[in-house]
């Protein structure tokens, strides 16, 4: 069958195209995929090129599909896999697979898998490690929404903190600790305040600084302090801008202890260093956000790695058990992935969406790749709405969720384009 795919083949070299797909063999699944949000991963890719770890270096000849948070329906089942999978069902897919030591991953490496398409080719080694799974939630985009979140949740399991008896390292963040998430109102930010309530260790409270008032906004809005208290959290937004010191008032908002767990989400010299300082004793930090720069380095206080027993570390990716986790929780109203999403688009938008990233402010793009529609903002469906229907009633259903999108919006889109369930 035909696919439309927008394919990689080298450095700003965005093409989308339709080709025909081969025929599945007995190890693989054909899938149509419906929703992907766009991640800043994927515009580093694009930068890069063959330069990249992850893309074949003959990507210029054999073009790779881009897009690895993806989420829609199990079209046809090959014979090995069909005592697992119908079609029909609706699948969300782990996309950091580590298959035999190959870095190999959706959205990177294949011809005919990735997000960003109508349909796709599920190879065998995605089902041989289990990154592909049945969802049973009521949208789409909270399950494309699961990969971010599985990234999120890998990062809160994979601090650790330990003890002088015995030197065993207790995996996660300090229970009742200070936690500070750096840059952290970008839509992963939001994803790690939303999950520092629902986790099994949670922290007393959370610090979050951005640089700009207008995202602190926008953050306070979706996810204010007086609803992160009614979960037992104190949640407090911070603008370095209005200190003349944010360093000491970081830590007196700690009681002068530092903080036990620090997540810094914008890849930036100056916040890896001022970290160093503001942990507290056995803290550990968290190089969150992944930098482009293959030297990206920072003077870091290693004489407190040595007396105060702080830790360095980073961690990209999620493994398969915290996308479960993560799509239990969405299933479950425990997180609220609509958090991240500011603007969608169809599949026609991806290109320009993709090579402009950084520069188009907002959360995350999710894009609808079985429809063609510009990369809409939420806050524009108002003024939209004055001129087309659609918009209309998606900024209704938006309007009454918080400003959020929603399921209610999701099958609005989609039944108005004619996208039904398989």
Not at 376 to 401: Q, V
Request: hydrophobic residues 35%.
């Amino acid at each position: 069958m035909k696919t439309r795919a927008v394919r990689l083949y080298g450095v700003d070299d965005l093409r989308l195209e339709e080709f025909e797909l081969p025929e599945i063999k007995d190890d693989e699944i054909l899938v149509r995929v419906v929703s992907d949000s766009i991640c800043m991963s994927t515009y580093k890719t694009v930068k890069q090129g063959k330069n990249h770890k992850r893309v074949p270096d003959d990507v210029d000849k054999n073009p790779i599909i881009i897009g690895h948070e993806f989420a829609g329906d199990i079209v046809k089942v090959g014979k090995k896999w069909q005592d697992q999978f119908k079609a029909g069902q609706r699948f969300a897919q782990q996309p950091a697979l580590n298959y035999k030591g190959s870095l190999a991953s959706p959205g990177y490496s294949y011809p005919y898998f990735g997000g960003d398409c109508t349909y796709c080719i599920i190879p065998p080694e995605v089902m041989e490690l289990g990154c592909l799974m049945v969802y049973e939630g009521d949208s789409y985009y909270s399950a494309s929404l699961g990969e971010p979140m599985s990234c999120i949740i890998g990062g809160y399991r994979a601090n650790y903190h330990t003890n002088k008896q015995n030197y065993v390292h207790d995996m996660g963040i300090k229970e009742g600790g200070n936690l500070l998430i750096m840059g952290g109102t970008g839509p992963m930010g939001l994803g790690a305040i939303d999950y520092a309530a629902a986790g099994d260790k949670k922290p007393k409270r959370v610090v979050v600084t951005d640089l700009s008032e207008q995202r602190i906004e926008r953050a306070r809005r979706v996810l204010s302090e007086a609803s992160m208290k009614e979960k037992g959290i104190e949640l407090i937004y911070f603008n370095p801008n209005n200190f003349e010191d944010d360093t000491q008032a970081l830590l007196d908002i700690s009681e002068g202890k530092g903080y036990d767990d620090i997540f810094v989400y914008v890849p930036v010299e100056s916040l890896a260093q001022q970290a160093s300082k503001l942990l507290a004793f056995d803290g550990c930090m968290n190089i969150f956000a992944g930098p482009t720069d293959k030297n990206f380095s920072a003077m870091v206080n290693l004489y407190d790695v040595h007396y105060t027993s702080t830790h360095i570390m980073g961690t990209t990716g999620g493994t398969n058990d915290d996308l479960l986790e993560a799509l239990r929780l969405s299933e479950q109203g425990k997180i609220n992935p609509s958090l991240m999403v500011t603007h969608i688009g169809g599949l026609d938008s991806v290109v320009d969406t993709t090579i402009n990233l950084p520069d188009i402010p907002g959360g995350k793009k999710l894009i609808y790749t079985q429809i063609d529609l510009p990369l809409t903002a939420i806050d524009d469906f108002e003024s939209l709405a004055k001129e087309d229907p659609l918009f209309a009633k998606l900024h209704e259903s938006c309007e009454a969720h918080n400003g959020l999108w929603n399921v209610q919006a999701e099958q609005i889109l989609l039944n108005h384009f004619n996208v039904n369930q398989l």
